[in-house]
């Protein structure tokens, strides 16, 4: 009697011991999320790593799922790199162009948190994110394309076409850019962030402004000056090409219509 006791005493105590390590364990983990501070930090570190598991995890960056008619999710839709979110879509020329360009993005990213407001299960957080100039690198490259279909022959449309497809498979030109722009003053944005909780866990609400910030002010809808006047200054000499190639083409046409008559 007195052993079955002794057994059962030392089985309650391995049993609680484990289950203390488990709590334990546990404390640990989400300390990291504990504090809306805590989870936007831990978002920035897996956004720089390209943790794009954990990004989702700390984030409301999943939107929905479409499913085929067996049920069989076809492609999910997220606010930001859903490229890279695909089913099955893991390898391959197009995946790693797209990783590549996703590095390029987050590799020089660095940030500060300025100021948190928390109220019950909301906070606000302002961040300052430092990144390369986006919007400088996608003023030149629209600049670049701009040459290449001038230098070309006809009406540029089909060096138009070429510089498409290349962004859509190696993005080399665009990379390149912003490996320039990588050695440059880049650019500082602050912003607002939300975090609240959901099912009492912090989730950071991933805004437009928050994804315009990490990304080196990409959305912007204009380019700065100088490169706003070249870009109107070649689309003029573009103008002016297709006038002048239009006037050849009708030419052509009216001297082989001449040629059909005789």
Not at 50 to 55: G, M, Y
Not at 218 to 245: C, V
Request: net charge negative.
């Amino acid at each position: 009697m007195e052993l079955r006791l002794k057994n059962r005493i030392w089985l309650i105590l391995v049993v609680s011991i484990l289950l203390l390590a488990g709590c334990g364990f546990q404390e640990k983990d989400e300390g990291k999320k504990e504090t809306p501070e805590q989870v936007l930090n831990q978002t920035m570190e897996s956004l720089k790593e390209l943790d794009l598991e954990k990004f989702n995890e700390c984030t409301d960056n999943y939107v929905s799922t479409e499913r085929n008619w067996l049920g069989v999710p076809v492609r999910k839709e997220y606010k930001v790199f859903s490229e890279l979110l695909q089913p099955g879509f893991k390898g391959g020329k197009r995946y790693e162009a797209s990783y590549k360009l996703a590095e390029k993005i987050v590799e020089h990213m660095t940030w500060e948190i300025k100021d948190v407001r928390q109220d019950g299960e909301k906070a606000e957080i302002d961040i300052e994110i430092s990144n390369i100039d986006m919007q400088k690198v996608m003023g030149e490259y629209e600049i670049l394309i701009l040459e290449n279909m001038l230098e070309s022959e006809g009406s540029g449309i089909g060096q138009l076409i070429r510089d498409m497809l290349d962004l859509g498979n190696g993005k080399e030109d665009l990379i390149n850019l912003m490996d320039n722009a990588g050695s440059e003053q880049g650019c500082r944005m602050g912003v607002v962030v939300e975090v609240y909780q959901k099912e009492g866990q912090w989730k950071v609400n991933i805004s437009d402004d928050f994804i315009n910030a990490f990304m080196g002010n990409i959305m912007a809808e204009e380019y700065p000056e100088d490169l706003e006047q070249r870009i109107d200054e070649l689309t003029k000499s573009y103008e002016k090409k297709m006038e002048e190639w239009g006037e050849k083409l009708a030419e052509d046409a009216e001297e082989w219509m001449s040629n059909l008559e005789r």
